[in-house]
């Protein structure tokens, strides 16, 4: 922007002529000379021609370049006549400012690792304002032409193929022409060479551009090639400060037309001036008659301008052109880097060809390389062979896409010691006027997040073990186990309301709790914050629990706690000796436990409810463990709408795969159609179903009892569900017992028929006979038919007995006790029944069997008076005598069928015991009473109450 001066700014009495105009009156028409440089040194003096100072007719150019096949071409392009250029290539823009003071000219590539050729620019113009600067690059458009032009390169120059390196060995020679520091190849004995005659140690911003000037604009001061190609600003100014020339650049600046300036006041044109900086440089300018470069803010505009300022004795030449838009860039550009490089995360830039050109600092240290390693690297150095190609598919498809600008993928990071992460990174596309510039891109480190998902996968497995659990002891045990090994809790544990002591309970602890706490207390009502809770519902987490008025215990080692509740089950805690030890992914991963926990817990007590109040339909569908189903009727067709693990397990199909298909076209074997449909149709009307049925499974066909219910129960419905309950098994003994039972019955027929009858003809005859004859013999052979009637009782009722038992059902140990004593002809012995007030779960009639037996057995094997005892084992009841017992040796055959340590005895009394015990699933042990006597023990027992 103009700048200026007082009116009476001192003049020049050096000799040296003026730069614009000569100084006549107002309105005077001054003729603006542009010339080529002719043969005068820049700096006024005599050109020297002795030998030192010389130089050498080549010209030393410093190409700056990240690409080293072009380098190397540019080289070879502009070498190939040794007496014009000598090229030095360097593809870092940091190491070539340091090599300024050698060369005579720079050419750059706009693209550079690190910093663009604008920044380079104006990072050489700082120290050597009078450096021709050619951008040669193959990022060329007109946007960037201008941008150039407004930057002042000497030079523009894109790169379009062979013919271009041509030219730029033009363009370099008039460059350094008009810049007055090369006499070319044919002015070898008399050229200057530019660090010969100091121009290497160019000025600071606002310092001298060049040596004086004569009449009219010397090309050692605005090139003459920039002039043609340029639209600046230009204004000559007399000691007076009139306009003695202007251009209609510099007109339109100041709104009006060349000729109305010529011969006013820049004061009177622009008053406001005067308040500004450029008062002050064109005042200096002035005195101290050297050529200047000021780079300012016209802040009555609010512009800011870049100017060339060349004085004489006869007033002052101005080059200006408005540089606002690319200070307001460079602001930009400078918040953006600060934001850059104080933000977190890493960020990125890379070239079309995938090459990375800026790396943040937080960038580097994420990959653990230095800075300067990473800038120049190709992406693919630092990520997997797939991660890169995920990447290029990504930016593929943004390029391709007319309203995507970005994109988010997962990848995974390779650092510099060889360590693998996974990271998300955001990535977006760089198109300038439709040609692709390269991306740019933040990553952001997700392991962190990857654990979390883990863990919330982790919990949302693990929480069907806690529904599988029927009580709430199983559900703490499996909830402490699941908090320490999942959710990452090892300091927790679980309190249940005892209604009985109207108190919380513990219940549960994992073993780190145990160590810290040497005493895990109950809570009665009221007491702690375990208490307030419960009765509140409403969790409580606290970073340091030794500043919380209301806590139970003032001395615990625990900081960091978290209360929540369990609905009116209890509470959950979870704690830690260090203060603000939980974040709000431990916060979210425990309330979604203790969530788990509750619903657990709440099913637990519905089960319990429904076992005593519900048919097996309504139980069976509340297992989840079972194959299940979920369906949505359609033109009265089951279509499945979800099925439970269990379903994909036993029956081979996938939940997605089996989703929105027939339920029946997938299970139901051919030719037995008929059936579901009728269970579809009690469906649709609210109806509820339980029955055997044959379905095809993963590993063919199986038996299950089906478990039809409806969504809306004696109403119209459209949504039901089918539970699945496998009794392949089950069915396969029954058929195998059904043809053991009818061998049985044949077996019992022979014994029944073939041999009762001959006994009965056998004993009629004895009868016969002993009223005939008296002989001790007869007694002995009616003996033995007594034994023949006992064997075949004893042998027919076990062959009844079979292996199986019919339903079984609570019984009272003492009245099935008392029942089967008097079933049995004890004479003189005792029965003693010791703390048998408990129902045991049997079948009450083989139950009967057992005692009788066992009773029979003691009476006839022991003394008339034996007392037999009947009590309560931990997990079961004995029956013992206080008779001469069984010998250590004998214990395990007497169990056997047919075995008898007496004459008299069948041998299948016992062996009768024994296959009761089995039909249930008890265990039974032969042992000596506490009276020397036998004890049959029975373990494996189911009791209730």
Excluded at 42 to 69: F, K, M, N, R
């Amino acid at each position: 922007m103009p700048g200026g001066g007082d009116a009476d700014a001192p003049t020049s009495s050096d000799g040296r002529g003026s730069a614009v105009g000569d100084g006549d009156a107002p309105g005077a028409e001054a003729d603006v000379g542009i010339s080529p440089a002719d043969d005068a040194d820049p700096t006024g003096e005599d050109v020297s021609t002795d030998e030192s100072v010389v130089a050498d007719p080549e010209a030393t150019i410093l190409h700056v370049d990240g690409d080293e096949d072009f380098r190397e071409l540019t080289a070879a392009s502009l070498g190939s006549d040794p007496r014009r250029f000598r090229v030095l290539g360097e593809p870092d823009p940091t190491a070539a400012l340091e090599r300024l003071p050698e060369v005579d000219c720079v050419v750059s590539e706009h693209a550079l690792p690190g910093m663009d050729g604008f920044e380079l620019l104006e990072r050489v113009r700082r120290s050597y304002p009078d450096l021709p600067f050619v951008l040669f690059t193959g990022g060329g458009s007109e946007a960037l032409a201008s941008e150039a032009i407004g930057a002042g390169v000497t030079d523009y120059l894109p790169k379009d193929g062979p013919e271009s390196l041509e030219l730029l060995a033009d363009r370099l020679e008039a460059a350094l022409d008009e810049s007055g520091t090369w006499s070319g190849p044919a002015e070898s004995e008399t050229g200057s060479r530019r660090a010969a005659s100091g121009a290497g140690s160019g000025p600071a911003e606002s310092e001298s551009v060049s040596g004086p000037a004569e009449s009219g604009f010397r090309t050692n001061q605005v090139p003459f090639g920039m002039l043609e190609r340029i639209s600046d600003g230009l204004m000559a100014l007399d000691t007076e400060w009139r306009f003695t020339y202007v251009n209609e650049t510099a007109a339109e600046v100041f709104d009006a037309r060349p000729a109305d300036l010529l011969g006013r006041s820049l004061w009177e044109v622009a008053p406001e001036a005067r308040e500004t900086p450029f008062y002050d440089h064109y005042r200096e300018a002035m005195a101290c008659q050297e050529p200047a470069v000021v780079e300012e803010y016209f802040d009555p505009w609010d512009r800011w301008y870049r100017e060339y300022l060349y004085p004489s004795a006869d007033g002052l030449s101005v080059v200006f052109h408005d540089v606002t838009e690319r200070k307001r860039r460079q602001a930009d550009l400078q918040r953006y880097r600060t934001l850059v490089e104080t933000v977190g995360d890493p960020m990125y830039v890379l070239s079309p060809e995938a090459t990375i050109t800026f790396a943040n600092r937080a960038m580097a240290e994420y990959l653990g390389a230095p800075r300067e390693e990473v800038v120049g690297s190709h992406a693919s150095a630092f990520m997997t062979d797939e991660s890169f190609e995920q990447g290029n598919a990504l930016v593929a498809e943004l390029l391709e896409a007319d309203d995507r600008e970005w994109g988010t993928y997962e990848i995974t990071v390779v650092t510099a010691d060889d360590e693998r992460r996974i990271v998300e990174a955001n990535v977006a596309v760089l198109v300038e006027e439709g040609t692709f510039r390269g991306s740019v891109g933040v990553i952001r480190d997700i392991a962190d997040r990857k654990r979390y998902e883990a863990q919330l996968t982790g919990l949302h497995e693990v929480t069907r073990r806690l529904f599988r659990a029927d009580s709430p002891s199983a559900i703490a045990d499996r909830a402490t186990a699941v908090a320490r090994g999942v959710v990452g809790l090892p300091v927790h544990s679980i309190w249940l309301y005892d209604s009985g002591a109207d108190a919380l309970v513990h219940e549960r602890s994992t073993p780190a709790a145990a160590d810290l706490l040497d005493d895990v207390p109950d809570f009665a009502r009221g007491e702690g914050l375990a208490w307030e809770v419960f009765e509140s519902g409403e969790p409580q987490f606290h970073g340091d629990i030794s500043a919380v008025a209301g806590r139970y215990n003032d001395e615990t080692p625990i900081r960091s706690e978290m209360l929540l509740p369990l609905g009116d089950h209890g509470v959950l805690i979870a704690g830690s000796p260090e203060a603000d030890a939980f974040d709000d992914r431990d916060v979210t991963l425990a309330k979604v436990l203790a969530a788990n926990v509750e619903a657990a817990l709440d099913r637990a007590d519905k089960e319990r409810a429904l076992r005593r109040e519900r048919d097996d339909l309504a139980a069976l569908f509340e297992n989840i463990p079972d194959p299940s189903v979920e369906v949505t009727m359609r033109d009265g067709r089951p279509i499945v709408s979800a099925v439970n693990p269990a379903f994909e397990e036993v029956f081979g199909h996938a939940n997605a795969d089996i989703v929105g298909e027939d339920l029946d076209e997938f299970i139901v074997p051919p030719g037995e159609e008929v059936h579901p449909s009728a269970y579809n149709d009690r469906i649709e009307e609210g109806e509820g179903f339980h029955g055997e049925v044959r379905r095809i499974a993963a590993d063919g066909l199986r038996d299950f009892i089906l478990h039809v219910a409806p969504h809306d129960v004696g109403e119209e419905a459209t949504r039901g569900y089918a539970i699945y309950t496998d009794i392949t098994e089950r069915k396969r003994r029954e058929r195998e017992l059904a043809r053991q039972n009818e061998r049985l019955d044949q077996f019992a027929s022979v014994v029944s028929h073939d041999l009762r009858n001959p006994l009965s003809v056998a004993t009629g005859n004895l009868e016969l006979v002993a009223d005939e004859c008296d002989a001790d013999g007869i007694e002995r052979v009616a003996r033995a038919h007594d034994r023949m009637e006992a064997l075949i009782e004893d042998l027919l009722r076990l062959a009844r007995a079979g292996d199986d038992v019919d339903e079984v059902a609570p019984v009272p140990l003492a009245a099935a006790v008392q029942r089967a004593w008097g079933g049995v002809r004890t004479d003189g012995a005792t029965l003693e029944v010791d703390a048998v007030a408990a129902s045991v779960v049997a079948d009450e009639n083989r139950l009967g069997q057992l005692f009788e037996n066992l009773f029979r057995n003691a009476v006839e094997h022991a003394r008339p008076d034996v007392t037999v005892r009947v009590g309560r084992l931990e997990d079961g009841f004995f029956v013992a005598d206080d008779g001469p017992g069984i010998p250590a040796d004998e214990r395990d055959r007497v169990l056997e069928a047919g075995y008898s340590r007496t004459e008299e005895g069948t041998g299948f009394g016992l062996a009768i015991v024994e296959r009761i015990a089995s039909a249930h699933g008890w265990s039974v042990a032969l042992v000596e009473s506490a009276d020397g006597g036998a004890r049959f023990e029975f373990t494996g027992v189911a009791f209730e109450g």
